[in-house]
């Protein structure tokens, strides 16, 4: 049974996140025997999303234009300027509506083990970025992992030392949690951070 | 942040079995960011399995050739012949090291409600197959789903009126199972095929 072409569809396949070899064959025979319209369809969208898609000149984040819609986007609040991760984390602070600012994608975190540096996530242009005279206030919105903390952390030394105005998304209990069931450490720092 | 290329390929990732939004959303994100190699190697693989894999003329299973590598293979038993649902089916039988004989691969199983009937999986074909005067005995090895079961009655009953001998594989314990662990249904249905 080997056949190359199938062979190659299924290797392609699993080196998708999360998808082993197992899936991997699953979507394989799946597409070549139920969906033959839908694998054209992605073979298409991959090429394109990799023909057209960029990174934005100011943000970082991706875009198939040479600055992204937010950035051009004259109704936000340019004073704010609020640094994540990925584009998923991003994605997330526009659906909870409370953030009318602007954004700067990491697209990584400090990582030391995996060989991430500061230089790697875009330190050099997120102080450059930050620096335009018009920010005043930067929003460290990274995640609460060790490596996302650690990301928080140094660039918040940096931003600081060139007179820039930096906070961090406030750590507590997650809204309509029973305080039985949050972990000690989050009640811990919410008790800190009271107010 | 609507992108068009990226909203798309996100769309067509969705598609593959097992795949949600969030799931697709880290998948496109990661090609993007971290594997431009790989997604462009799964472009290719898609396009390449779509134009090269078609179905063997004698069992079914998907080959680039007319005959699959098993169907020319002479050193296999061609007076037996096993039905089963996919080529995954096939793959497992295959890896059991059990069976020197060929296959023929259905491509499905009877599913009324899904509007499977049994033209949709073969049973033409497979008539027409076992019936070259070689093949002297057909082995259902359907799975013991509702479904498989009802395939395997209704394959085993067509072969039977045209004079084949029909097997079907047997249901039992487990390899390696205690008793103690094993579902009723198998206990007794490996009691009413005990040796």
Redesign the interface.
């Known amino acids: 049974?080997?056949?190359?072409?199938?062979d190659?569809?299924i290797?392609?396949?699993r080196?998708?996140?999360?998808v082993g070899q197992k899936?991997a064959?699953?979507?394989?025979?799946?597409?070549?025997?139920n969906?033959?319209a839908?694998?054209?369809?992605?073979?298409?969208?991959?090429?394109?999303?990799?023909?057209?898609?960029q990174h934005c000149e100011r943000c970082h984040?991706?875009?198939?234009h040479r600055i992204?819609?937010?950035c051009q986007d004259a109704a936000r609040d340019a004073r704010q300027l609020c640094v994540v991760e990925?584009?998923?984390d991003?994605?997330a602070l526009?659906r909870s509506g409370g953030y009318r600012g602007l954004y700067f994608v990491l697209?990584?975190r400090l990582s030391p083990l995996d060989g991430v540096g500061i230089d790697d996530i875009g330190a050099r242009q997120l102080i450059e970025r930050a620096c335009d005279g018009v920010v005043s206030e930067v929003i460290l919105a990274t995640g609460f992992s060790a490596e996302g903390e650690a990301t928080a952390h140094a660039l918040g030394e940096a931003l600081r030392s060139r007179g820039l105005k930096v906070t961090r998304l406030a750590r507590g209990v997650p809204a309509g949690s029973e305080l039985e069931y949050v972990d000690l450490s989050t009640i811990a720092h919410a008790l800190v951070d009271r107010r």
Do not use: I, K, N, V
Request: a negative charge.
């Open positions: 049974m080997a056949e190359a072409s199938l190659e569809l290797e392609a396949l080196r998708l996140p999360g899936s064959q699953r979507m394989a025979y799946h597409l070549l025997q969906d033959r839908g694998a054209g369809r992605l073979a298409l969208a991959l090429q394109q999303a990799l023909a057209r898609m984040t991706f875009t198939e992204c819609a937010t990925a584009p998923a991003q994605a526009e697209m990584g």
